[in-house]
């Protein structure tokens, strides 16, 4: 009888062990979260370009533990380079360089880089989703590899054919029909098969992908474009509809170079931050703010954020938190007067704020811009903390600092130059990384900022790009942690519903 009692036992504390590993299990799988990172180059081929694709993807390879990694390649052009990284040579290789002669991919920069992420990352798998270049030569090729190997009735075979198809389609449209209509044909494949090589994906893993600017700029520009008015969406602004916050843009210009955190950076940075930034495309617009608005919510009540960052001065943000606790609209009427003349001297803004006010109450707000308005605002919260003895405190030299940028930044407003402008963008960057400072460090912040200073591009104002906009300088301190939403008043992208999240 005891011994019963002994292997009951035994069996019972088995059970509970076996339950809470396959709870913890549960659970691990639950946290992993996947996040799909697309790394936006102005210029294939271009050397210092491929070097900064490498890296990220080195880093990711090594640092995070990604295998997997989408290109602007056809589907048969990305199974024949795993054929390759398989291989102990490098004939594959060779004869698709060959195949892409009169292309910018013939080149030996493409070259060395495949040969280094196989002789570095030898495990990464390629995903193709592009439509079908080269189909009368890698295409054809492909197709008769797989039917040597009796592969013909393979998924294998049928996406190749359906590869090749959308090759011709897109070349016969482009050239034969309307060139605009060729290239949204391409866009809207490359977001299909996207989402197609995705779903083969592991759910939680991670991806990279590199591709042209063009299908990866967040203000939707696809590369057919009238010089004003994006015609059709690009692929990462399609793709954010499905992919949601999940969605990490990387854009350099080849004049830039913005690289993964060094060894002394990664230990300083927290792997839980994370960093949302909204692109607007202007000021007081509605349907702008509606859509800052509903990421604003989602953050707040579905990922338990506090923190919002604006484009604003550190005494405007001051007087909203002073507002958000007051009992009446007081302080927010005095700032709608101090805006006078301005943008933000508007119903559509005032309504905006209410409305944080009234659902999102524990809204923290942080001005990270140079002290517009100094000589009303300005004088009069540094009044205010002087009438409530708190001239020897952080935040009255703050203000102070604040409110001479203002002074600084308008001294020589009427002979304006770009250099004004890369002023003002370098103290944006200055106070944004002092606001993140006052945070712990696991918390994660939503701001919303005029476009220029949010396109990964790098340009704000000057069209020559001299001067780094706030987010591409920000890059250099908080990489893979900044996640820049980019839209223009033309689309219409919210955070996902219940039902999307389902």
């Known amino acids: 009888m005891k011994n019963k009692r002994i292997m009951l036992l035994l069996v019972i504390t088995l059970l509970i062990g076996l339950l809470g590993s396959a709870c913890s299990m549960q659970k691990e799988a639950e946290e992993k979260e996947q996040q799909i990172y697309l790394f936006g180059e102005f210029e294939h081929s ?65 070259l060395e880089f495949y040969k280094k992420i196989k002789e570095n990352c030898p495990e990464t798998i390629f995903h193709g989703t592009d439509v079908g270049h080269q189909y009368y030569s890698t295409g054809e090729r492909y197709l008769k590899y797989l039917e040597d190997n009796g592969l013909k009735d393979s998924k294998q075979y049928e996406l190749t054919i359906e590869s090749i198809n959308q090759g011709k389609e897109f070349y016969d449209i482009r050239d034969n029909k309307n060139e605009h209509d060729g290239y949204e044909y391409r866009e809207n494949k490359m977001v299909e098969n996207f989402l197609r090589e995705l779903e083969t994906v592991g759910e939680g893993e991670s991806i990279f992908g590199s591709y042209g600017a063009s299908h990866v700029e967040l203000n939707g520009y696809g590369w057919y474009w009238d010089g004003e008015n994006p015609m059709f969406d690009c692929m990462s602004v399609q793709l954010r ?32 931050q994370k960093i949302y930034i909204f692109g607007e495309y202007y000021h007081g617009n509605p349907v702008m703010q509606d859509q800052i608005y509903a990421w604003w919510d989602y953050f707040y009540h579905e990922k ?95 203000a102070l600092e604040n409110f001479k940028q203002g002074e600084e930044y308008y001294k020589d407003f009427e002979n304006y130059d770009d ?31 005029g476009g220029a200073h949010t396109e990964m591009d790098g340009w704000v104002y000057s069209s020559d790009g001299s001067c780094d906009c706030m987010t591409f300088q920000l890059r250099k301190h908080l990489h893979e942690r900044l996640n820049v939403i980019q839209f223009y008043d033309k689309h219409k992208i919210v955070p996902l519903t219940a039902e999307d999240e389902k």
């Not at 290789?93 to 060959?98: F, P, R, V």
């Not at 999940?246 to 300083?268: F, G, T």
């Not at 001297?345 to 942080?366: A, Q, R, Y």
């Open 241 to 272: 509809k499905d992919l949601g916050e999940r969605l990490n843009i990387i854009m350099s210009y080849s004049y830039h170079e913005v690289l993964p955190p060094s060894e002394e950076e990664k230990a300083q940075a927290s792997s839980n």
């Open 46 to 110: 271009n050397p210092d370009m491929q070097d900064q694709i490498y890296a990220w993807w080195d880093y990711f390879y090594h640092e995070k533990g990604m295998r997997h990694y989408f290109c602007e390649d056809s589907y048969y052009g990305a199974e024949l380079l795993n054929l390759w990284m398989k291989a102990d040579n490098d004939d594959i290789l060779n004869e698709m360089y060959d195949d892409l002669e009169g292309t910018q991919a013939h080149s030996e920069v493409f």
């Open 304 to 398: 338990g954020m506090r923190h919002y960052f604006l484009e604003g001065s550190f005494f405007e943000a001051e007087y909203l938190n002073l507002w958000m606790k007051a009992d009446n609209d007081e302080i927010l009427d005095q700032l709608y007067e101090d805006f006078e003349g301005t943008a933000m001297h508007s119903e559509v803004m005032m309504d905006f704020l209410k409305k944080i006010k009234e659902n999102c109450p524990e809204t923290v707000f942080h001005g990270t811009d140079v002290g517009h308005q100094f000589w009303n605002m300005g004088k009069r919260y540094l009044e205010y903390l002087e009438d409530n003895d708190m001239k020897d405190t952080e935040k009255y030299k703050i």
């Open 419 to 449: 250099d004004d402008d890369g002023y003002r963008e370098k103290m944006m960057v200055q106070n944004f990384l002092r606001e993140l400072g006052t945070l712990d460090e696991n918390e994660s912040v939503f701001g919303s900022y």
